[in-house]
Structures are given as structure tokens and as C-alpha cells.
């Protein structure tokens, strides 16, 4: 069973720091990129950050400058660190397992998500 488990989240203010995890387990998960979205009420799933297997990164113009993706020596974990955070980054964050790309619909697994809550 293919599992995505995502850790980190909670409240901070903003101008603060955040540090997600993700963990995967079930299977071999060294050829897939590994991506992070994020979900505020009411708005569609946006993309974040991916890398790829080979520590290819791309992020989302909202967020670069701010955040950095990075994945552990093994491949099946991921990380998000989130510096001088701003209201407008509270969400719902997923991480997930798929291709090198932004569009979610190109991801196969999914975490249950960690909440960001940032304050002003």
C-alpha cells in the first residue's frame, strides 16, 4: 500500500519559518519526482515546488525566493522549507509522487495534508 504522510504544519506568524516533511512508503519511489501543492478554502489546488529524481527543482513564481524543496539522500522523503511566510501562504499542503511537472493531475500519490496557518 502506497502511503504519503505529510508533517510540519501549524501556525506561525508571518515573517516566520515552517519545515514540512513528507514520507513515503509502500514502494520505490526513487524514479518519481516529488511535488508539493497547497489548497486555501475555496480556491483550486496550486502548485509549489517539485524535484525531480535527479534534484531537477522548480518552483511556483509565488513562492521562489521563500521556499526551498529538497529530498532526503534515500528519494522517499521530501521536504519544504518555508522562510518569511505571509498570510496569503495559509493553506493546505499535499505533498505527492508523480512526473516533473506543476499539474497536479500528472501526480499518482497523494499525502492527507498538513495544515499552514500563517497570522498577520
Known amino acids: 500500500q502506497v502511503q504519503l504522510v505529510e508533517s510540519g504544519g501549524g501556525l506561525v506568524q508571518a515573517g516566520g519559518s515552517l519545515r514540512l516533511s513528507c514520507a513515503a512508503s509502500?514502494?520505490?519511489?526513487?524514479?518519481?519526482?516529488m511535488g508539493w501543492f497547497r489548497q486555501a478554502p475555496g480556491k483550486e489546488r496550486e502548485f509549489v515546488a517539485t524535484?525531480?529524481?535527479?534534484?531537477?527543482?522548480y518552483y511556483a513564481n509565488s513562492v521562489k525566493g521563500r521556499i526551498t524543496i529538497s529530498r532526503g539522500n534515500a528519494k522517499n522523503t521530501a521536504y519544504l522549507q518555508m522562510d518569511s511566510l505571509k498570510p496569503e501562504d495559509t493553506a493546505v499542503y499535499y505533498c505527492a509522487s508523480g512526473s516533473y511537472t506543476s499539474r497536479p493531475s500528472d501526480y499518482d500519490y497523494w499525502g492527507q495534508g498538513t495544515q499552514v496557518t500563517v497570522s498577520s
Open positions: 524535484i525531480s529524481w535527479s534534484d531537477t527543482i
Open positions: 509502500g514502494r520505490t519511489f526513487s524514479r518519481n519526482a
